[in-house]
Nanobody, 121 residues
Framework: QVQLVESGGGLVQPGGSLRLSCVASGRIFSIYLMRWYRQAPGKQRELVAAISSGGVTNYADSVKGRFTISRDNAKNAGYLQMNSLKPEDTAVYYC???????????????WGQGTQVTVYS
């Protein structure tokens, strides 16, 4: 009953930029955490960036200074601005949100379908 839809992936040359978006819809009371993960072929899924409902952010060392996570609570949306992209950033990027669907209810984690980012030289 909660859906996350990502968009914004694509092909880009090294040094280029992309902006990923993630919009949550359905039965949503509040979104606690929004996170972006990525998974490259043959590798485990890794956390790229996270942002709390209060705007506190956290980044993987590999993307610090290049990526910026943000959110728009009114739109139930999260964003990942990716600058200075490198070939090693190539992966499927997934949005993850920790959501409470009702007042006083439990939090649950939800995933988007993923969006491909390819950085080619």
């Amino acid at each position: 009953q909660v859906q996350l839809v990502e968009s914004g992936g694509g092909l880009v040359q090294p040094g280029g930029s992309l902006r990923l978006s993630c919009v949550a819809s359905g039965r949503i009371f509040s979104i606690y955490l929004m996170r972006w993960y990525r998974q490259a072929p043959g590798k485990q899924r890794e956390l790229v960036a996270a942002i709390s409902s209060g705007g506190v952010t956290n980044y993987a060392d590999s993307v610090k200074g290049r990526f910026t996570i943000s959110r728009d609570n009114a739109k139930n949306a999260g964003y990942l601005q990716m600058n200075s992209l490198k070939p090693e950033d190539t992966a499927v990027y997934y949005c993850n949100a920790v959501i409470r669907t009702a007042v006083g209810g439990p939090f649950s984690a939800h995933w988007g379908q993923g969006t491909q980012v390819t950085v080619y030289s």
